[in-house]
């Protein structure tokens, strides 16, 4: 994936000045809108924090850091993705996941610019789970009995049972539709998490909402170069050749060869 240079990234942002209202909105609207691209090409982000959203002067957002994105795949690795970010699929079953991963990862990074501060500062795998469910509540059972590991199975069972508490006593400066959107992002089964496209349609994103340019991949993305076997020199021609592309510079093979051969 080749990306523009921008000047600064969300995290510095955030660690730098609270965030407006409009400011929140229009990231978060960005982020989305980033989101159900990617996810419409069959690509899961899987490491989606503030650090890996680039921002320009005018504002506008750039996912990045695609090392760790794959292909939906039912059966994918578990130890994925910043801990603060990680969504709770990934710490239970370690196996079964999907894009809704990276829509838990939007509401932690959401929640972070309206509270100033990370939502969920785990210091481990388990005090990480902890805090999420003292926030969350005890996950619902149909989301228990798909935990695939018996370790951590008796692990959760054996958690005190706790109750959802109201996103509202925590983010009390947070007007009603951004509680409902971080309430919508923030669930526990990932199949009732709302989706990339259902959260550009929500309200609180409505002043920038416009299906007309909130474009979907033509084709789902094509991971075989992962698989390829390839001389340090193809893939470097293949680089160079990507590069070109996306600047629309017209080069042949013959001169990139001369040129990497001249390095």
């Known amino acids: 994936f080749v990306t523009e240079l921008l000047g600064t990234d969300l995290h510095r942002l955030l660690t730098s000045r609270p965030l407006e209202k409009q400011f929140i909105q229009y990231f978060l609207y960005q982020i989305m809108r980033g989101l159900k691209y990617v996810h ?6 899987r490491d989606l924090k503030p650090s890996n959203i680039l921002v320009n002067e005018n504002c506008d957002l750039k996912i990045c850091d695609f090392g760790l994105a794959r292909i939906q795949d ?7 993705s910043t801990r603060y970010y990680r969504a709770p699929e990934i710490m239970l079953t370690w196996q079964k996941y999907d894009v809704e991963v990276d829509i838990w990862s939007a509401g932690c990074i959401f929640a972070e610019m309206l509270e100033g501060k990370p939502l969920f500062p785990g210091k481990d795998h388990v005090n990480q789970f902890s805090i999420i469910t003292e ?7 149909d989301v228990i009995n798909t935990i695939a590991s018996e370790n951590t199975l008796r692990f959760v069972k054996s958690l005190p049972k706790r109750e959802r508490q109201p996103l509202r006593n925590k ?3 947070a007007d009603d539709s951004a509680i409902d959107l971080l309430e919508r992002m923030l669930v526990f089964d990932p199949k009732k998490r709302i989706t990339a496209t259902e959260a550009l349609a929500h309200d609180y994103l409505a002043p920038y909402h416009d299906p007309t340019d909130e474009p979907v991949a033509e084709e789902k993305f094509d991971w075989s170069f992962n698989d390829a076997d ?5 893939w470097k021609i293949m680089m160079y050749s990507e590069i070109l592309d996306y600047h629309n510079v017209e080069a042949g093979v013959t001169n990139m060869e001369e040129q990497f051969n001249g390095q």
Do not use: E, I, R
């Open 40 to 45: 419409s090409a069959g690509v899961v982000h």
């Open 135 to 141: 926030l969350l509540g005890t996950p619902p059972d």
């Open 171 to 173: 983010f009390k400066n």
């Open 74 to 80: 039912p059966q994918m690795t578990g130890y994925v």
């Open 230 to 234: 390839l001389p340090v020199d193809t």
